[in-house]
């Protein structure tokens, strides 16, 4: 009954919020962190169409409603979730600054307790607003955009004090589109998410079946009850995209899709947190199991340095072989991140540290096992080298972002120190030091971080990033953030 209750609710919010914004409702699905487990954020470059892209720029209470501070009027999904009760918006093809990622902003008001911002997925970009409400009861809002002065209103209509029934649903001046509970959901679209996820979107929730063909390399999806849209959306598949070919079939009243991965590559289902979506992830079988660790649970690594006791530093060069990471122009972030690693560990070594690097070559290692190195290590720090990117519609941006996972105390002071160290020596855009859930981060028992260089898809970083000097640059400031923090911390 309560749980039904619930769910009734959840379900009107989101009607009365969709028909305002004339998406359609979403099941309540819980996504239990703000941020995405990410875990192979740049395994795969997602190659798509140009599209507009809205810069979100602030959220604010005022006495109308929510104002949000924005160059456009993006498409709005909604999300109703219960325990504890939240609303999710998530605004499509929109960017959120450095300072508004992963902030929390006060409401108290419209039954609104406070409204976390985040960057929730980057390729497309997805800024996600998460209503944590004080009053379970639903409100409808309604929205509309001022393009003169940037700003998407949303405003608060009837505020209730007790669950509405139907035939009193606020009702909005926009059109409406409901969905009709005869026509089955449809395939909307196949796109990349920037986790390097391959993600199926329905209308409506579906269930599926998958089965797998390792002899022709394809992963497919019977989906009953479904139809393909006339407006489906595909990828496009890059030249050094790892799937060869995405094939969907009507058949019956049923929906085949299939996807065929080139040599090497392979596909596993993400965990499903959303019933309207099935996402893919793709991940690169090792060519050459020689180069890898021979027993990958406890993979050992030589130390370098002398070791005196000083301290130990795991420096692990994200991505390698053919997970190339960040790509454009030909140029791979593989490769810059060894290079910096190369010269962060020797820099380390002068200083007196002993250094493991997770790969000194150009070989494929999956996530586990560089966190197994440094914990065999029993490392003193850990320290990940990324570089970044975004879709070609966004190559303005640039700059660094340090990350530590959440709730990481020391992470967050290693990663202070070194991120300071970084925009004081390189003169790059201060993007901050940010918490993120990435597993190598998130798997190590000792201090860690990440440490986004840059962006590759920035032409002038680009060229920076690809210049010995700026990389020895980049490497004595993580050294130097390293060693304050050592000095500071260790006991
Ligand atoms: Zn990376």
Redesign the pocket.
């Known amino acids: 009954m309560n749980q039904y209750y619930q769910q009734s609710i959840g379900m009107l919010l989101c009607l009365v919020i969709s028909s305002c914004f004339g998406t359609q409702p979403v099941n309540a699905e819980d996504t239990h962190n703000l941020q995405q487990e990410f875990q192979q954020?740049?395994r795969l470059q997602a190659q798509l169409p140009f599209s507009q892209q809205f810069q979100l720029r602030n959220v604010q209470v005022g006495t109308e409603g929510l104002i949000l501070s924005i160059n456009g009027n993006p498409q709005i999904s909604t999300t109703r979730v219960a325990n504890p009760d939240r609303v999710i918006l998530d605004l499509q093809s929109t960017e959120v600054p450095a300072w508004l990622h992963n902030s929390t902003v006060p409401i108290n008001r419209y039954g609104i307790r406070q409204i976390r911002v985040a960057q929730f997925q980057k390729s497309p970009a997805i800024a996600r607003l998460v209503l944590d409400l004080s009053n379970p009861n639903p409100v409808g809002w309604q929205s509309s955009f001022d393009g003169g002065r940037g700003i998407l209103l949303l405003r608060p209509v009837g505020t209730q004090t007790s669950p509405v029934p139907v035939a009193t649903l606020p009702v909005s001046n926009n059109p409406v589109n409901q969905p009709s509970s005869n026509q089955p959901p449809t395939i909307d679209g196949l796109s990349f998410n920037g986790y390097g996820q391959l993600v199926i979107q329905a209308s409506r929730t579906i269930t599926y079946r998958s089965s797998n063909s390792p002899e022709t390399n394809t992963y497919s999806f019977t989906i009953p009850a479904t139809r393909i849209s006339s407006q489906l959306r595909r990828p496009i598949l890059g030249a050094n995209s790892p799937i060869e070919q995405i094939r969907l079939n009507q058949v019956g009243d049923t929906v085949v899709v299939s996807v065929k991965t080139i040599t090497g590559w392979q596909i596993r289902e993400a965990p499903r947190t959303n019933a309207q979506q099935v996402a893919l992830q793709l991940f690169s079988i090792s060519q050459n199991t020689s180069v890898l660790p021979t027993n990958p649970r406890s993979p050992t690594a030589q130390i370098y340095g002398n070791n005196n006791g000083r301290g130990l530093i795991v420096i692990d060069p994200?991505?390698g072989g053919p997970d190339v990471?960040?790509t454009r122009n030909g140029v791979y972030?593989k490769d810059i991140v060894l290079a910096i690693s190369k010269q962060l560990g020797r820099i380390l070594q002068q200083i007196g540290y002993s250094v493991v690097y997770t790969r000194t070559e150009d070989l494929d290692l999956d996530l586990e096992p560089r966190v197994q190195i440094a914990e065999n290590a029993k490392a003193d720090v850990f320290v990940s080298v990324?570089?970044n990117s975004l879709d070609a519609s966004s190559s303005q941006v640039n700059g660094v972002e340090t990350y530590y996972a959440p709730g990481a105390s020391l992470g967050k002071n290693l990663a202070d120190l070194v991120h300071d160290q970084i925009i004081a020596n390189t003169g790059a855009n201060d993007r901050g030091v940010r918490s993120a859930r990435f597993y190598v981060i998130r798997n190590t028992s000792m201090p860690a971080i990440l440490v986004e260089t840059g962006y590759i898809t920035n032409p002038s970083e680009a060229s920076r990033l690809l210049s010995g000097s700026y990389q020895e640059r980049l490497a004595e400031s993580i050294a130097r953030g390293v060693d304050s923090f050592l000095k500071s911390y260790r006991r």
């Open positions: 954020i740049h994200g991505h990471g960040a972030e990324h570089v």
